[in-house]
């Protein structure tokens, strides 16, 4: 089956789908779901290229989030970098800042999340972030890089935010919680986002979508998240699956179309 839609983010190779990740792959391929796969340490950037490489319609993006900035060494830049060489690499990516958990001191995080914008910028691939209780500080920083293009990973700020990033040329993608029952600003900022830069992911194993919120997610599920889309864009899902597969492409340009 051709590709309908993208679940822009979700990490198939994480240890819950140690059991069945490719069962997993095909009922997404069987619906005509494909997959990028954000890795967030080295060893997942590793495995999210590892499993894009078997997998036809699955990429990956290399790079480490916030919560192990304090583990990034020089080398590490060097061998994503290397990496990078892989045609199934095509963005860089979990990579920001997250100041609720605080898993890696503030000042590590800001450090780790410019290098790997600058490599973006180098190797001119697009970023996926994670921004959590950040949002000034994401701001600030991708504007010491400029020219990086990218996407706001798991949308769940303000609609200031998502205003401040469109203005900057960013991408916004909503998972799971625009489905929860008392999301209604969430849902006002997906009214709000255009057509054109808006995309769509699971984030699995997390953020499943109502009805199925606390179970492992799966990216099938992203079809679930289109359909919230639709309902707030008064728009058929079938649209949904067209303009975010074309922003999809047009964001991860070396993503052969297909
Ligand atoms: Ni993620």
Redesign the pocket.
């Known amino acids: 089956m051709s590709l309908t839609l993208f679940d822009s983010?979700c990490?198939i190779q994480d240890p819950d789908f140690d059991a069945d990740r490719e069962a997993v792959y095909q009922r997404a391929r069987a619906q005509g779901v494909g997959l990028l796969v954000?890795g967030?340490s080295m060893a997942t950037s590793y495995l999210a290229m590892e499993f894009a490489e078997l997998h036809d319609e699955a990429y990956a993006l290399i790079g480490v989030h916030p919560h192990d900035a304090k583990d990034v060494s020089e080398e590490d830049l060097t061998e994503l970098r290397r990496w990078s060489d892989s045609p199934k690499v095509v963005g860089i990516g979990?990579i920001g800042l997250d100041y609720h958990y605080m898993n890696s001191p503030a000042l590590r995080q800001q450090e780790v999340f410019l290098r790997q914008l600058e490599l973006a910028r180098e190797l001119e691939l697009p970023v996926s972030v994670?921004s959590r209780d950040a949002e000034p500080d994401t701001l600030e920083l991708l504007d010491q890089v400029p020219g990086v293009q990218g996407v706001l990973?798991?949308f769940t700020g303000s609609e200031e935010f998502a205003n401040q990033l469109l203005a900057r040329g960013f991408y916004v993608s909503f998972a799971g919680p625009i489905s929860f029952k008392n999301a209604h600003a969430l849902r006002a900022v997906v009214s709000a986002v255009p057509k054109d830069r808006l995309l769509v992911e699971t984030?699995a194993p997390y953020l499943s979508p109502a009805p199925w919120r606390g179970q492992r997610n799966e990216p099938l599920r992203v079809i679930r998240n289109a359909e919230v889309v639709a309902a707030q864009k008064n728009c058929t899902t079938k649209e949904v699956f067209s303009f975010t597969m074309s922003n999809t492409y047009n964001l991860f340009s070396r993503m052969p179309r297909k």
């Open positions: 983010h990490h954000p967030y979990e994670h990973h798991c984030d």
